[in-house]
């Protein structure tokens, strides 16, 4: 039987935070290891499982 998950990317990139409009150029000064941050939740009881 599957586990239900859920997910949620975050881009950590756009606009760095500093309102609309004021990003600066991709590829300039960027780490794009960490421009996007991924989650997966589970439930408690199915933690285990999928670690």
């Not at 990317?9 to 760095?16: D, E, P």
């Not at 000064?29 to 989650?39: A, K, L, W």
């Amino acid at each position: 039987m599957g586990i239900k998950y859920k997910t949620s990317v975050k881009n950590r990139g756009s606009a760095l935070g500093r309102g609309k409009g004021r990003g600066t150029s991709l590829g300039v000064g960027r780490d794009f290891d960490q421009m996007y941050q991924y989650e997966i939740w589970v439930d408690a009881d199915d933690y285990e499982r999928v670690k």
